[in-house]
């Protein structure tokens, strides 16, 4: 037991709260001379909450946004407008001892475990690395243990630190992804795409591993996804983005079995059933049209353009994420009690 003078950490309590964010990217043109000729609006006024030991799913298409979004948790983008609160702090305003302490907290894994680890490094090296900023977490002594450790925590051999990424299978690359991520003893890992590159085999394997970490060191997580079916079991929570915004968000059983936003309820349909008997049962939605650009996203609603409910009024007015009569979990539609036929 160590004596500690840090309030107790409970379950369930905000952890993570994001207020508005906004992230433009400016489009320039010209050589010499680069003039701005429009806005990127890559993330448009994001707000949610996590909670301290569950896992948040964020689905959406390619291009909506998702990675912006984890940047922009992990100050690795400036935002354009909004708030990050983390632990009760202003994380984007932080600086300091303040700043170092916050950023040691939340930590990331990446997408692709090919690309992510620096191949000339061994393992022992990336997985050490992080400590090298942040000396305070393991004593120069102690840190071959401690990546030793480390590798068995993610169910890879201790011995195998001498050796580098390319003498690893991608499932096992993103372990050694996992472990570094660990490194520094976080309480939030955002999570970008993690098991996108991955066979579907193996995907299980590293998600089962996340859920196991989680439960035994009380991880929060964003877990971001391009679909709706990986999510679904890690997910306590799920918030769906289109174009830059959280259409819909709420818990796993009001996303998969009440969604009330046309662009959710597309998705799930999307998604395959194995049961015949309810495959034969359930609608399925075809959204026609691509996805509009995000530097030229729809006037009101950025959804109308797909949508078989719009009317005039989704045009001309922005639909607030919030509770609707069907259901009350925020959905961001002004139709989203009514009931029509697709
Ligand atoms: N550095 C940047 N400069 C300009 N535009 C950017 C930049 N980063 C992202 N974008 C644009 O912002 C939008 C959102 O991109 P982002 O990578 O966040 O989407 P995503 O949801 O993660 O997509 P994917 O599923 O393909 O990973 C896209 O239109 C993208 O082209
Ligand atoms: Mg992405």
Redesign the pocket.
């Known amino acids: 037991m160590t004596a500690t003078a840090e309030p107790a950490k409970v379950r369930g309590e905000t952890i993570l709260a994001v207020d508005q964010l906004v992230k433009h990217?400016p489009i320039s043109q010209g050589v010499l001379f680069k003039k701005t000729i429009g806005q990127?609006k890559?993330v448009d006024g994001v707000s949610f909450e996590l909670r301290r030991g569950e896992t948040l799913g964020v689905v959406?298409?390619?291009?909506?946004?998702?990675?912006?979004?984890a940047r922009l948790l992990m100050r690795l983008e400036t935002p354009t407008a909004g708030r990050v609160t983390l632990e009760g702090r202003d994380l984007l305003r932080a600086t300091g001892a303040d700043l170092r302490r916050l950023r040691r907290n939340m930590q990331m894994v990446m997408?692709d475990p090919y690309t992510s680890l620096n191949p000339r490094m061994t393992v022992g090296d990336i997985i050490g690395e992080p400590f090298e900023i942040h000396p305070e977490v393991a004593p120069k002594r102690s840190r071959r243990q401690r990546v030793q450790e480390l590798l068995d925590v993610v169910g890879l051999n201790p011995e195998h630190l001498n050796r580098y990424p390319h003498q690893f299978s991608g499932g096992q690359r993103q372990r050694i992804g996992i472990a570094r991520a660990l490194a520094l003893r976080p309480e939030i890992i955002v999570c970008d795409?993690p098991v996108s590159a991955l066979d579907v085999s193996i995907q299980a394997q590293v998600i089962n591993l996340l859920e196991q970490l989680q439960d035994e060191l009380g991880l929060s997580y964003i877990f971001i996804a391009?679909d709706l079916s990986v999510v679904r079991h890690i997910s306590d929570r799920v918030a769906v983005?289109y174009l830059g915004r959280i259409v819909e968000i709420g818990t796993e059983e009001q996303i998969y079995q009440r969604a009330t936003h046309p662009y959710t309820q597309a998705l799930l349909s999307a998604v395959p059933v194995p049961d015949p008997e309810a495959r034969d049962r359930r609608t399925i939605i075809r959204l026609t049209g691509d996805v509009p650009s995000?530097a030229e996203p729809p006037s009101g609603c950025h959804f109308r353009t797909r949508c078989w409910k719009a009317e005039e009024v989704c045009a001309t007015q922005d639909p607030l994420a919030v509770p609707r009569a069907a259901d009350p979990h925020p959905s961001a539609c002004h139709f989203a009690e009514v009931r029509t036929e697709v």
Do not use: D, R
């Open positions: 990217f990127v890559a959406g298409e390619s291009g909506c946004g998702k990675s912006t979004l997408q795409e391009h983005m995000p």
